[in-house]
């Protein structure tokens, strides 16, 4: 009985018990998240060497009540072990479709497409093509301004689903830009059967490009491998005016990152758009 005791103590340690509290009212905070409208996307601008902005990523964010805005590196890679990111990835597009019907209507914004993240479990439901069809027709978005943006480990697996998914979007007009490149496992070989658009070059080979020769090596060899393959490059996490410059350089036309703009609320976002086109 003592045994026993000493077991039932320690299956209640109050360590034990906070870890595993956090989890689960994490799980179910997620889900009063998305019924209470906490989520919510900013934008961050994408733009060309002489600032004109082409476009926004569109990154989630979550308000929540008591810990304020919660980034999603805290919460995404739960809500993809548990399947709450088929919900939230669906209200992502959803919201992201709506914003681009908006901007339809607006002269100054009507030019943008938006890049939306879809993580691998979303992409690999059976259902994945007919969601994205339906909200782009009930939102009314115009389907050539929408990005998808996908991560190596979405495509590593079943090449030929994959290609059958991203060409019946791509027969709508919808773009594919491959995110992270490099982090990942996928060949080349491999990569040059995809129908893609564009080829993120990951702010971890942009961070320190001009101190580490071999993310400098990587960086070009990834403009060179696009331009070789006829896709358009984009690099992200560009701080300084010295790494955009050094990235121009090498053959990169396309930029994002905190020299432009940090990830905006969307009246923030139109008044960079109004501010940057009367320059
Ligand atoms: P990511 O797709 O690689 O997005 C780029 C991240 O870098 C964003 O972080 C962005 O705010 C940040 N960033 C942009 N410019 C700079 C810069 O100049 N310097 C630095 N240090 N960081 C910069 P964020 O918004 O915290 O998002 C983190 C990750 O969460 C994203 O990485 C993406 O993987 C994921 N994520 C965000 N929104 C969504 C979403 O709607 N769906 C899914 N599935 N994942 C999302
Ligand atoms: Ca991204
Ligand atoms: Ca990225
Ligand atoms: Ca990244």
């Known amino acids: 009985a003592k045994l026993a005791g000493r077991n039932t103590l320690r299956f209640f340690d109050p360590v034990m018990q906070a870890r595993v509290s956090t989890r689960a009212e994490l799980e179910s905070a997620l889900w009063v998240g998305l019924e209470k409208e906490q ?5 961050q ?22 810990r304020g805005m919660v980034s999603p590196a805290e919460f995404i890679p739960l809500a ?5 990111i088929l919900p939230l990835g669906r209200w992502v597009l959803e919201s992201a479709c709506a914003q681009l019907a908006h901007w339809a209507h607006d002269a100054r914004m009507a030019h943008l497409s938006v890049a939306v993240n879809v993580s691998a479990r979303q992409f690999r439901q059976d259902a994945f093509v007919a969601e ?34 991203m060409a019946a979007l791509k027969a709508r007009g919808v773009g594919f830009l491959l995110d992270d490149f490099g982090t990942g496992y996928s060949s080349l070989a491999y990569l040059k059967r995809l129908p893609l658009d564009q080829i993120k070059i990951d702010q971890g080979f942009v961070r320190d ?35 955009r410059l050094f990235l121009e350089q090498q053959g990169c036309v396309a930029y994002q ?13 139109e008044s960079l758009v109004d501010a940057s086109q009367r320059l």
């Open 39 to 43: 989520f919510l996307l900013q934008y």
């Open 132 to 165: 994205v069809i339906e909200i782009l027709e009930r939102s009314g978005a115009n389907p050539a301004r929408l990005k998808i943006e996908l991560t190596e480990n979405s495509l590593v697996t079943d090449i030929e689903g994959v290609i059958a998914k």
């Open 80 to 84: 993809e072990e548990n399947g709450f």
């Open 45 to 66: 601008p994408q733009v060309l060497a002489d600032g004109r902005i082409t476009g926004a990523e569109a990154l989630l964010r979550w308000r929540h009540p008591e």
């Open 257 to 269: 990152g905190y020299l432009f703009s940090r990830p905006l609320a969307v009246p923030d976002l």
């Open 209 to 243: 490009i001009l101190v580490d020769p071999n993310d400098a090596a990587i960086a070009k060899m990834v403009i060179v491998l696009a331009d070789s393959l006829g896709l358009a490059v984009i690099a992200e996490g560009v701080e300084t005016e010295a790494q």
